[in-house]
């Protein structure tokens, strides 16, 4: 464990202002059933961001500090004598969202046993990184419920496909979770309604950042002809790239109406109007990705429901609804948040997508304080922040670097020296 000699830093949020924290002394002795993990690698999510530029409504006591962060990988330092199933040396993804069901239970009226997207869009769940303490720190004490082991055999083979990264890769675990969640979704209702298996055909993903990219491949491995459009063009050219080039880049001249799956991953009305507008008469319209503050109200174009809602809910509506030419039959379908029992088929799924995302990682934070993106793009510049105040900073208040990079990781303790992060990916 850390002793007074040791310093770590980890990033705060107290009264809507965000800053890198130095710390230290010693942690508090382990509660039953926590863990301390040593954090390896943490992603910065989309939401992230949007929480704290307040894009994202969230829960929580502004008036106290909090440490901000929901993916993250680390390895095990000590454990409390009453856990199992996990050791110090283990690699291991953070769960962020506490279990209603567990001795963590936040919420009575919930009976879920483990999280899934009906708890978590009901307010059941409490969230590392916005209500509680998350995952941006150099160490942190999490209990041992909300963490997945990495098996050796797959630390082994993402090392292999993705030497650049090694385990920082399962930073991704936790979107991945998410992603995944969305098709067992799916699949539950269209057997439901339609007495049969979601079937493949043509999907279009609208929204092109690194979430884009994980329902890419998903997509993908399901056999869907897959097709990427953005608001910025070279982000869709840079998810097909990331992807293998096994997809297509939507010309938005020609339309290409007639998608069976439209996935919104945009966190705008416009993203489900062009969805609506694109998929075909008895489609999938999905909406992944919450609305932007300012658009919560937004209703679809027959103003029944309410687009948020739906999303938030994990319920699906099937609608006949009069879009911008005539009628059609659309199912609406949404989710937040996971099923924690995909937890190990998200760290599977990572693992063998190693190579596809170690492209779509095209950024590297080297620390918390550091000032400095590391550049992992074939030809790539690296960005400094102007007064040299760190770069994490920059990205959650809301910086724009889309057209520079996509998914970004910050190396906590500065793992850099250990990864070859400056080989051509």
């Excluded at 390895?75 to 199992?84: L, M, Y």
């Excluded at 953070?94 to 009976?111: M, N």
């Excluded at 993903?205 to 994980?214: A, T």
Aim: charged share 20%; net charge neutral.
């Amino acid at each position: 464990m850390p002793d007074r000699s040791q310093e770590w830093f980890e990033v705060q949020r107290h009264r809507g202002q965000v800053h890198v924290a130095r710390q230290s002394g010693n942690w508090p002795r382990l509660q039953a059933g926590q863990v301390l993990m040593k954090m390896l690698a943490c992603g910065i999510c989309g939401a992230d961001t949007r929480a704290v530029t307040g894009n994202k409504l969230t829960s929580g006591d502004p008036d106290r500090y909090i440490t901000l962060g929901h993916e993250g990988v680390g390895v095990v330092v000590a454990v409390d004598n009453g856990v199992t199933g996990l050791k110090p040396g283990d690699y291991a993804v953070v769960l962020p969202h506490i279990c209603p069901g567990s001795a963590h239970k936040v919420d009575v009226r919930c009976s879920a046993l483990q999280v899934d997207p009906v708890c978590i869009g009901s307010g059941h769940t409490l969230h590392m990184g916005w209500d509680i303490n998350g995952c941006f720190t150099d160490f942190m004490v999490v209990p041992a419920t909300n963490l997945a082991r990495v098996a050796p055999e797959y630390l082994r083979l993402a090392t292999k496909l993705a030497p650049g990264l090694k385990g920082a890769l399962f930073a991704l675990v936790e979107p991945m979770s998410c992603t995944l969640s969305a098709y067992e979704i799916m699949e539950m209702q269209v057997r439901k309604l339609y007495q049969r298996d979601l079937m493949p055909g043509r999907a279009l993903v609208i929204g092109s950042g690194p979430i884009g990219i994980l329902h890419g491949l998903v997509l993908l491995k399901r056999g869907f002809e897959v097709w990427f459009t953005d608001t910025l063009t070279k982000r869709a050219a840079l998810a097909q790239w990331c992807v293998g080039n096994r997809s297509h880049v939507l010309d938005t001249k020609q339309g290409h109406a007639g998608f069976d799956l439209a996935m919104v991953t945009a966190s705008s009305a416009e993203a489900i109007r062009m969805g609506e507008a694109l998929v075909r008469d008895g489609g999938i319209v999905y909406l992944f990705a919450g609305l932007n503050a300012a658009e919560r109200a937004a209703m679809d174009p027959g103003s029944v429901f309410f687009y948020e809602q739906l999303h938030r809910t994990a319920r699906s509506i099937l609608t006949t609804t009069r879009l911008f030419q005539g009628d059609k039959l659309v199912l609406y379908q949404g989710h937040s948040g996971y099923f924690e029992r995909l937890a190990q088929e998200a760290i599977a799924t990572v693992t063998t997508n190693a190579a596809e995302l170690d492209r779509a990682i095209t950024g590297i934070i080297p620390g918390w304080p550091s000032s400095r993106i590391i550049s992992r793009l074939p030809g790539g510049i690296d960005w400094i922040t102007e007064d040299n105040s760190p770069a994490i900073l920059s990205v959650l208040n809301g910086t724009d670097l889309r057209n520079r990079h996509c998914k970004l990781l910050v190396l906590a303790n500065d793992q850099s020296r250990k990864l070859h992060l400056f080989s051509a990916v």
